[in-house]
């Protein structure tokens, strides 16, 4: 099967983020935090109930310091900046971007996501990337297999059984189906006109090694979902395959470094998961 054919059998194809989440992707080079832009931002999110509430919440959280009492809109705008709250809009808007779907635990799938996006921005910190960009390309990197399910429910099933007893996801993929979720997902950030950073670091996140200039933000992709995976399984640190040195050294980044955070930042993840799913 091509990508053009598992798209062919989508029949509700979801159309994209929402006109704000797609001007703020698109903002991603203007760094522009005027009072002016801010409160044009603000009068946009105040159009939708359920974001501006999110908004709030997430303003008042331990994921963005806490201890604060920001009871409006424009004072959360003013407070979390340009940057965080495009972070927060996108992050807001793919979750519920897709319907229900059979047999699938959505919860546990946006757990992972988040985790992984916040694990990536720390690591695009780390590595002098944006971290905002590397949130977002967290929090979309497995969206592909979202339409994956779509398309083929059944044999979605049967790949879930397969990573259940250890299988790897994207190689099972390949091997019933002929196309993995990195495949899928470029090819739906491409349709939705996301930032060419985001389709490439989706595109190249099973394999950053093999893309040379490209790999960056790919390789914040690889290392995150591996050490959320890995986590997750209860492996231990020391264990030789706990932690990708591959990977890490495209970044030039140190496993002692990338470790000394992990359970801090895991457990952010957790915090804003369970907040925005």
């Given at each position: 099967?091509?990508?053009?054919?598992?798209?062919?059998?989508?029949?509700?194809?979801?159309?994209?983020?929402?006109?704000?989440?797609?001007?703020?992707?698109?903002?991603?080079?203007?760094?522009?935090?005027?009072?002016?832009?801010?409160?044009?931002?603000?009068?946009?999110?105040?159009?939708?109930?359920?974001?501006?509430?999110?908004?709030?919440?997430?303003?008042?959280?331990?994921?963005?310091?806490?201890?604060?009492?920001?009871?409006?809109?424009?004072?959360?705008?003013?407070?979390?900046?340009?940057?965080?709250?495009?972070?927060?809009?996108?992050?807001?808007?793919?979750?519920?971007?897709?319907?229900?779907?059979?047999?699938?635990?959505?919860?546990?799938?946006?757990?992972?996501?988040?985790?992984?996006?916040?694990l990536s921005r720390e690591l695009g910190r780390m590595a002098k990337l944006d971290p905002n960009v590397a949130f977002v390309c967290g929090m979309l990197h497995r969206i592909g297999d979202l339409l994956i399910r779509m398309a083929e429910p059944e044999l979605s099933a049967d790949i879930d059984g397969y990573e259940d007893i250890g299988a790897d996801r994207a190689?099972?993929?390949?091997?019933?189906?002929?196309?993995?979720?990195?495949?899928?997902?470029?090819?739906?950030?491409?349709?939705?006109?996301?930032?060419?950073?985001?389709?490439?670091?989706?595109?190249?996140?099973?394999?950053?090694?093999?893309?040379?200039?490209?790999?960056?933000?790919?390789?914040?992709?690889?290392?995150?979902?591996?050490?959320?995976?890995?986590?997750?399984?209860?492996?231990?640190?020391?264990?030789?395959?706990?932690?990708?040195?591959?990977?890490?050294?495209?970044?030039?980044?140190?496993?002692?470094?990338?470790?000394?955070?992990?359970?801090?930042?895991?457990?952010?993840?957790?915090?804003?998961?369970?907040?925005?799913?």
């Amino acid at each position: 099967m091509t990508v053009d054919e598992l798209f062919g059998r989508v029949r509700q194809l979801p159309p994209g983020m929402p006109k704000i989440a797609q001007e703020l992707l698109e903002s991603f080079d203007k760094e522009e935090e005027s009072g002016a832009h801010l409160g044009e931002v603000a009068a946009k999110v105040a159009m939708d109930q359920v974001l501006t509430a999110k908004v709030l919440r997430l303003a008042n959280s331990a994921y963005f310091g806490g201890a604060r009492n920001v009871a409006t809109l424009d004072q959360a705008v003013v407070l979390l900046g340009l940057s965080a709250l495009r972070t927060l809009v996108i992050a807001s808007s793919a979750t519920g971007l897709f319907p229900a779907l059979p047999n699938f635990d959505k919860r546990a799938f946006w757990r992972n996501c988040f985790l992984v996006a916040s694990l990536s921005r720390e690591l695009g910190r780390m590595a002098k990337l944006d971290p905002n960009v590397a949130f977002v390309c967290g929090m979309l990197h497995r969206i592909g297999d979202l339409l994956i399910r779509m398309a083929e429910p059944e044999l979605s099933a049967d790949i879930d059984g397969y990573e259940d007893i250890g299988a790897d996801r994207a190689e099972t993929q390949k091997k019933l189906l002929g196309i993995d979720f990195a495949e899928v997902g470029a090819e739906l950030a491409s349709r939705w006109d996301f930032p060419e950073v985001i389709q490439e670091a989706i595109r190249c996140q099973l394999d950053p090694a093999s893309y040379e200039e490209k790999a960056n933000y790919a390789a914040v992709l690889s290392i995150s979902s591996h050490l959320v995976k890995v986590t997750d399984a209860e492996m231990d640190e020391d264990d030789e395959e706990f932690f990708p040195e591959e990977q890490a050294q495209l970044l030039g980044l140190g496993k002692d470094r990338v470790l000394h955070r992990l359970e801090v930042i895991l457990e952010k993840g957790e915090d804003l998961a369970a907040m925005m799913v």
